[in-house]
Every structure is written in structure tokens, then in C-alpha cells.
């Protein structure tokens, strides 16, 4: 008998174990897919939008807030809950938004289900203190968001935030930021919160995100760094929590900021110098703020985010730009049309965009003007931000007999460019009007037989 059950236990065992390691191998292969994707995808939209959209970041006659407002303008839980009575963001379209970033030529959207401040922006059984439960409108935001973007053939990914300023069982011990408010997230904070009771419920969360809304392409963690003192994966239950969202979606990537199971880096608000050793995705604010800043007119323009772009995907990144609706559900003008310019650009410029790869070396490779480059096999992308009077493009470091053609890529007819190839300089005759004012690419067809950056110690010096 006794052998019985040890062998019946074996073969049990033996069968998770094979189970599990079939589940990794299946996520293995959804993610490399999926990480091609999303190189592929590389402009995505970003959506801060819950109850600190209300306030507009205006409280007591200070106006620099947003999405922080609850903890940095010490409002009582009671009054910020009360937001939830009046949120009633009827002119909210999810066609007009997927719309939208459709038109910017974005390929993704990442929409925050929950911030630090606890409120859900979909309709959660395991709170009421969400926007179908607590306000009147009593929509999903979420859900019309998902079925819209399947629509519209954008990848719907949703935001969620570790901290939660809400929850009675998050325990305020852990987080980073207690030293700059240490009367708590809640003004009361409690003292024998169980972060096991918080670790489920975020589980629980997840998995009804990944249940209910059809593919999601990322979960979008954010303040996980608050426990980075401590070992996230056995706090925050994380293996199980990886393991699960790997199961129930083995594509849906995880960016770095749970602490543990990342995809992906998320450098904020800055692009970094050059490539990085990971899969990265910059996120940066149209204005100054994430969420809705009624005063805040600070846009980048067109340009700024064009060249952003460029820069960021130079570098083998992507590039998530973040809008924040108002209360009423609307974007702001000003976004909208910033980033219907950026989609006119990307319109006629997309192939040097969606799917490139970091541009070469440029201790090998130099572009003499002010851009930058990307690349896919075959083709080297010049992005020229500032236009040479001279009409010359001068490149140092590249073999110039690889060089096949080399035509602008505004131009529909490819017409060539005339162009002289000396040793490794490159010079290329361009007219004399950029075809953009924010960045003008020049296509470098390239033979490929041979390899493109000349392996060489010594730049050449040109007199
Ligand atoms: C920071 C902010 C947060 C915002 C996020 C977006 O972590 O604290 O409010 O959502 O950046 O990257």
C-alpha cells in the first residue's frame, strides 16, 4: 500500500513537474512572438485617467498635482472617495480614444486599471470602490476600451499599480515614500496590516483582468520599487503571482516594475544615452503631468515628439506617450492634435519606425548632421533633423561600395539621390527643401552580402 502511494505520489509529481515545464516552454515561444510584436509595435499610448482626474491637480489654491493629489495635498480618504459621487465622465467615447491613437499611428494602448489611490477603472468584484460600483456612470471603461481596440487593431495592455493607497491591508511599512509622508497614505495607517491579505488581492485582480478582457498584450506594473528593500517575490507572493499570468496569458508580457518576472526596462521621462541590455519602453508625459492638470499647458510639440520617437527607437526602444482625459472623458484638444501631426509624420515615415532595429554603431558608423539612425536588413534609415544648407550628407565609417541606392523616403517614386562614395565617406546630394520639418529619412539601400559597419579601430579623419 505504502508503495502504492509513493509511486501514484511520483507519477502526480512527475506530471506537474511536466506540466510546469511544458507551461514554461509554451510561455518561452508566446514571448519571443510576442517580444518581436512588440518591437514591431513600437509607439504605443499611454492613459492616466481615474478619480484624481476630477480635482483637474488644482486643491486648496495649489495647482501642481495629478494622479498624486490624494497623498500630496494630504486629502482626507473620506473627501477623496467622495470624488467617486460625482465622476461622471459621460462624454467618455472609447472609439474617439482608440481613434486617436490610431491616428498618431500608435499600435498599443496601456490604460491604468488602478493607480496608488486604490480606485478601479473597471468594474472589479473584489471592491466596490470601483468606477461601476461607486460612480454614476457605472460603465467599464475598460471593457468598452478592450472590445474597441480589438475593433480598431490595437493592442489593448492594461497599467496597474502595486501601491495602493486604499486598500486597508497595504501596509504603509513597506513603501519608499513613508519618509516624505509619514502620517500615511490613509492619514491612518494601519498598523497590523497583513500584506498577505493585499498580495491576494492583487492576484485576484490580475487574473480578472486577464479573464475579462480579452488578449492584453502588458501588464504595466508600477510601484513595485516601494519594496525594494525587502525580497518581492516571497512578500508579494510572486512566483505564483508570474506563474499565473503566464498561464492565463502566456504572450502578455510583465514590465519591470512588479520587481520580479520582467520583460522589459520602463525609463521614465528620459531617453537613455545609448542601447540597453534589455528590451526597453520609454514612457514619457505629453505635458508635465500623467494625469489631468487643468492648468498644465506645458505640451511638447509635434517635433519634440517626433525626434523623441526617432531617438528612442535609434536605440532599439519603444515609446509610450502618455495622454490624461478629464473627468468628463475627454482628451484635451491640445493632445489630440499634437498627436494627429505625429501620425502624419509616421504616415509617410513609418517603415523606418515600426519593426527597425537600433541604428549602427556610431563609433563605426557617423552621420555628420543632427539625427540619428535605424535600420532593417538591407536598409540603413537616415533621420535628418536639421537640413544642410550645403545640401550634402556627409557619413564617415561606412564601406560606400555597399551603398545600392539611396532615395528619400517621403518620396513615393524612390527616385535616387546622387551620391559619392570615397573609401569609407559617404556624401549624398539631397535638394534643397526638407521634405520634413521635423525629421526627413533617407533610405541607404544596402547590398547585403557584405557586413555594414567597417570593423576598424581607427576612425578615418576626413581634412
Ligand atoms: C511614476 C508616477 C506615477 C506614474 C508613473 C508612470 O511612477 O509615480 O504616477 O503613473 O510614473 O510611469
Aim: overall charge negative.
Amino acid at each position: 500500500m505504502q508503495r502504492i502511494v509513493t509511486i501514484v505520489s511520483l507519477v502526480l509529481a512527475g506530471s506537474l513537474i511536466g506540466c510546469k515545464v511544458a507551461q514554461a516552454e509554451q510561455h518561452q515561444a508566446a514571448k519571443a512572438a510576442r517580444m518581436e510584436q512588440f518591437n514591431q509595435q513600437k509607439f504605443g499610448m499611454f492613459i492616466h485617467w481615474g478619480l484624481y482626474s476630477l480635482p483637474a491637480g488644482e486643491w486648496k489654491g495649489k495647482t501642481n498635482y495629478a494622479e498624486w493629489i490624494m497623498l500630496q495635498a494630504d486629502i482626507p480618504v473620506k473627501e477623496y472617495e467622495a470624488f467617486a459621487a460625482r465622476f461622471n465622465p459621460v462624454a467618455f467615447d472609447a472609439k474617439a480614444w482608440v481613434s486617436l491613437a490610431k491616428a498618431a499611428g500608435m499600435n498599443y494602448l496601456v490604460v491604468t486599471a488602478k493607480h496608488h489611490d486604490g480606485f478601479c477603472m473597471y468594474d472589479s468584484k473584489y471592491t466596490d470602490y470601483d468606477i461601476v460600483d461607486a460612480t454614476p456612470f457605472k460603465r467599464d471603461p475598460l471593457r468598452e476600451l478592450a472590445i474597441e481596440c480589438v475593433k480598431q487593431d490595437i493592442q489593448f495592455c492594461v497599467y496597474y499599480s502595486v501601491v495602493d493607497w486604499h486598500h486597508p491591508e497595504f501596509p504603509q511599512k513597506y513603501s519608499q515614500i513613508r519618509k516624505e509622508y509619514p502620517t500615511g497614505y490613509h492619514g491612518v495607517s494601519n498598523p497590523h496590516a497583513n500584506l498577505d491579505v493585499y498580495a491576494k488581492y492583487m492576484k485576484d485582480q490580475v487574473e480578472e483582468l486577464l479573464t475579462n478582457y480579452g488578449e492584453v498584450g502588458i501588464l504595466w506594473f508600477d510601484g513595485g520599487g516601494s519594496f525594494r528593500n525587502y525580497d518581492r517575490k516571497k512578500l508579494l507572493d510572486g512566483q505564483n503571482l508570474v506563474d499565473m499570468i503566464h498561464r492565463l496569458q502566456p504572450s502578455c508580457l510583465i514590465n519591470n516594475r512588479l520587481g520580479f518576472g520582467a520583460d522589459y526596462g520602463t525609463p521614465e521621462q528620459q531617453i537613455p544615452e545609448g542601447t540597453l541590455n534589455t528590451a526597453f519602453e520609454v514612457c514619457m508625459t505629453l505635458n508635465k503631468h500623467w494625469g489631468y492638470n487643468k492648468n498644465d499647458r506645458d505640451w511638447k510639440d509635434a517635433r519634440t515628439i517626433v525626434q523623441n520617437l526617432v531617438d528612442v527607437a535609434s536605440k532599439g526602444g519603444n515609446y509610450l506617450l502618455n495622454v490624461g482625459p478629464t473627468a468628463e472623458g475627454i482628451l484635451p484638444d491640445e493632445s489630440a492634435n499634437i498627436l494627429k501631426e505625429v501620425g502624419q509624420w509616421l504616415k509617410i515615415n513609418g517603415e523606418s519606425i515600426y519593426g527597425s532595429e537600433s541604428g549602427p554603431s556610431q563609433a563605426n558608423i557617423r552621420l555628420k548632421v543632427e539625427g540619428c539612425m535605424t535600420q532593417k536588413p538591407g536598409k540603413l534609415y537616415l533621420h535628418v533633423f536639421s537640413w544642410p544648407e550645403n545640401q550634402i550628407i556627409f557619413m564617415e565609417g561606412m564601406k560606400g561600395k555597399r551603398v545600392k541606392k539611396i532615395y528619400l523616403l517621403a518620396n513615393p517614386t524612390k527616385t535616387s539621390l546622387k551620391f559619392d562614395a570615397h573609401e569609407r565617406s559617404l556624401f549624398i546630394h539631397i535638394p534643397q527643401t526638407a521634405p520634413s520639418q521635423y525629421d526627413s529619412v533617407i533610405v541607404v539601400e544596402l547590398d547585403k552580402s557584405e557586413p555594414l559597419e567597417e570593423n576598424t579601430e581607427e576612425p578615418l579623419v576626413m581634412g
